[in-house]
């Protein structure tokens, strides 16, 4: 079996986000890592090495960006990836969520795994939607959010919440699957890991190198266009306590219900 | 012929409430664009039942029999061959799980255009444009079509028109399916895990998120709500982590409320959550985390261990109360 997992770097949750207001597009600048949801993927990828129901030959990462990336690699890499496949090229730029799902999906043709697993959604784009893209333009059956996974020879048995309840769905093999956060605690890293992690083969690749058309990709090649920003309507700034004194913080808060009928 | 496609989910009998806002943005967009909206039901849906959406103002039913519905591969087949034999040039789906995997593969089987969490759609010179909130809602994008648009609705975003006496023509449609889309099929649909609480009328919730820490941590939430006269809600991830039962869920795939007082305690606030209780009047938020997106929309925002606070304060809600 060989197992693709899609990566992504996002700005660091702590960090500010912002959108370059000429451009349209996410500012790029400032701390970054890897999408903390990519990382229950690869664990979800390890659990199924070392589960034994299959054999598992290889766990390759896979991401889409500029060079900076790189370290999201290393990041999955350390964590338990035994190499990785960087996509980077300047015509990929402003590519909307279908072209960048196409141009994932060549890079996974070449690899020909047989499952793509991907965390539930980015922390930036909120592009939840990936995976149900890649998976069209593979041809392979896709399952979101899953919280429960048992592999089993050329099969999944996968559990979600969907909207009427829990899902248990079986999935043939080849299948994209985007995983939730329930599904497992992610491992943290070794220090040898993460010492090792940038001597791991990575593969840097263009879209020439992997056949994705030019025009189908980038600004030019998205069916969107997004522009227009603008603040949502503002909201009261609410009150905010600061819990020093538990006591006095209980007697704010009581006060606070009370002025508003609801301790009635 | 140009139109509007609008995708509606139903099950045991009745259709999604979400889908239903869907089907009415699609008839009144449709209204100001001069052309018709349509649905598209899969599965086992009488004549009767499918007519009804015209109650929501399309007039085309179109509706696939044999595919199996509650997943999303076989839709996308069906809504690609219903949009192409008949020139829609959008669809439009309500919030929910099944809209947001449906629509991305539709966007990419018609190399459309998408955009999801939606909460508003527009039309200007003819076309229709869609705002989406972006980056924990803090700015608002909108979003324009070169081609085919699909827009996939955040949860709630749109309101379900008065029903009329209208009824909607049935068209049945045969639709062969792609060999991937029927690799995957359901064993069990709409389980519903743990016990069913009615919280849907409570005038005061207590909800309990991840930063409970475990379980146990739910017997402050139950202490406080009995105090104040409340019931306990939860979120998804400690619903998914089998800490509290999913009658008890808020937010996307889960239950929408608005009560007088919403008190969440350990919960970071994400979009999921949020979109299920922001219409609520007073919201109180508690968490040790000061930069929880939670902060950026309650009313009263206390930075604080909840272990340390939630106790104090049943004993003084109780004190008060008499």
Redesign the interface.
């Known amino acids: 079996l060989k197992i693709c997992v899609l990566v992504k770097e996002v700005p660091d949750?702590?960090v500010e986000?912002?959108?370059n207001p000429s451009t349209?597009r996410m500012d790029r600048s400032g701390e970054r890592n890897l999408n903390p949801y990519d990382t229950h993927a690869i664990e979800a990828a390890m659990q199924v090495k070392e589960g034994g129901e299959v054999e598992v030959e290889e766990v390759i990462a896979v991401t889409m960006g500029p060079s900076t990336a790189v370290r999201a690699l290393h990041k999955a890499v350390s964590l338990g990836a035994d190499r990785s496949v960087h996509l980077a090229d300047d015509a990929l730029a402003g590519s909307?969520?279908?072209a960048t799902?196409?141009a994932l999906a060549k890079v996974l043709e070449r690899e020909s795994p047989d499952l793509v697993l991907l965390g539930q959604q980015s922390d930036?784009?909120?592009?939840?939607?990936?995976?149900?893209?890649v998976?069209?333009?593979l041809?392979?059956?896709?399952?979101?959010?899953v919280?429960k996974m048992d592999v089993t020879p050329g099969k999944l048995?996968c559990e979600r919440?969907?909207?009427?309840?829990?899902?248990?769905?079986?999935?043939?093999l080849p299948?994209v699957i985007s995983v939730?956060?329930?599904i497992n605690e992610p491992r943290y890293p070794s220090l040898k890991a993460i010492m090792g992690a940038k001597k791991k083969p990575l593969d840097a690749v263009g879209i020439g190198d992997v056949g994705i058309e030019g025009d189908r990709v980038g600004e030019a090649g998205?069916?969107?266009?997004?522009?227009?920003?603008?603040?949502?309507p503002q909201?009261a700034a609410?009150?905010?306590?600061?819990?020093e004194d538990?006591?006095e913080?209980?007697?704010k808060?009581?006060a606070?219900?009370?002025e508003?009928k609801?301790?009635a | 012929m140009s139109g509007i496609l609008a995708y509606a989910?139903h099950?045991e009998g009745a259709f999604?409430k979400n889908s239903l806002g869907g089907v009415s943005e699609a008839a009144r967009l449709a209204g100001e664009l001069g052309c018709e909206a349509h649905a598209v039901v899969i599965g086992d849906v009488s004549d009767d039942l499918a007519a009804t959406l015209g109650n929501y103002g399309v007039t085309k039913v179109f509706r696939a029999k044999d595919a199996p519905e509650?997943?999303?591969?076989p839709v996308?087949d069906v809504m690609a061959k219903v949009m192409d034999d008949n020139g829609h040039d959008y669809a439009l789906f309500g919030g929910?799980?099944?809209g947001?995997?449906?629509?991305?593969?539709l966007?990419?089987?018609l190399?459309?255009?998408?955009?999801?969490?939606v909460t508003q759609v527009n039309v200007a010179d003819g076309k229709l444009t869609a705002e989406r909130?972006?980056?924990?809602?803090?700015?608002?994008?909108?979003?324009?079509?070169?081609?085919?648009?699909i827009i996939?609705g955040r949860l709630n975003a749109f309101e379900t028109a008065v029903p009329s006496d209208a009824s909607a023509q049935v068209e049945d449609v045969d639709v062969e399916l792609?060999?991937?889309?029927t690799?995957?099929?359901?064993?069990?649909?709409?389980?519903?895990?743990g016990e069913d609480i009615d919280i849907e009328g409570a005038d005061?919730l207590v909800a309990g998120g991840r930063g409970l820490g475990k379980p146990e941590g739910f017997e402050l939430c139950e202490a406080l709500a009995a105090a104040?006269g409340g019931a306990v809600a939860a979120t998804?991830?400690v619903?998914?982590?089998g800490w509290y039962p999913?009658s008890t869920q808020i937010g996307q795939?889960g239950k929408t409320v608005s009560p007088?007082?919403y008190l969440a305690a350990g919960i970071s606030g994400a979009?999921q959550h949020k979109v299920g209780f922001q219409s609520s009047e007073?919201?109180?938020a508690i968490n040790k985390d000061?930069?929880a997106p939670i902060?950026e929309?309650?009313?009263?925002?206390?930075?604080?261990?909840l272990n340390?606070?939630l106790p104090?304060?049943t004993e003084?809600?109780k004190a008060?109360?008499g």
């Not at chain 1, 609410?238 to 819990?243: F, S, V």
């Open positions: 949750a702590a986000k912002r959108i349209g909307d969520v279908v799902g196409y930036d784009g909120e592009c939840y939607t990936i995976g149900a893209v998976a069209d333009y041809k392979m059956p896709s399952l979101t959010q919280i048995r919440q969907a909207e009427y309840g829990y899902d248990t769905v079986e999935i043939e299948a939730g956060d329930a998205s069916k969107v266009v997004c522009g227009d920003f603008k603040a949502p909201k609410g009150e905010i306590i600061e819990d538990t006591n913080t209980v007697e808060i009581i606070w219900l009370d508003r609801l301790l | 989910l099950y999604n509650g997943l999303a591969q996308v929910g799980l099944l947001f995997e449906i629509g991305a593969g966007a990419a089987r190399n459309a255009g998408v955009t999801m969490e909130p972006i980056h924990g809602d803090s700015s608002i994008s909108t979003s324009s079509y070169k081609d085919r648009g996939i792609s060999e991937f889309s690799k995957a099929t359901m064993v069990q649909r709409g389980e519903a895990r005061i104040l998804r991830a619903v998914d982590a999913y795939t007088k007082l979009i007073n919201i109180v000061s930069n902060f929309y309650s009313d009263l925002g206390i930075v604080g261990d340390k606070i104090k304060l003084a809600v008060k109360k």
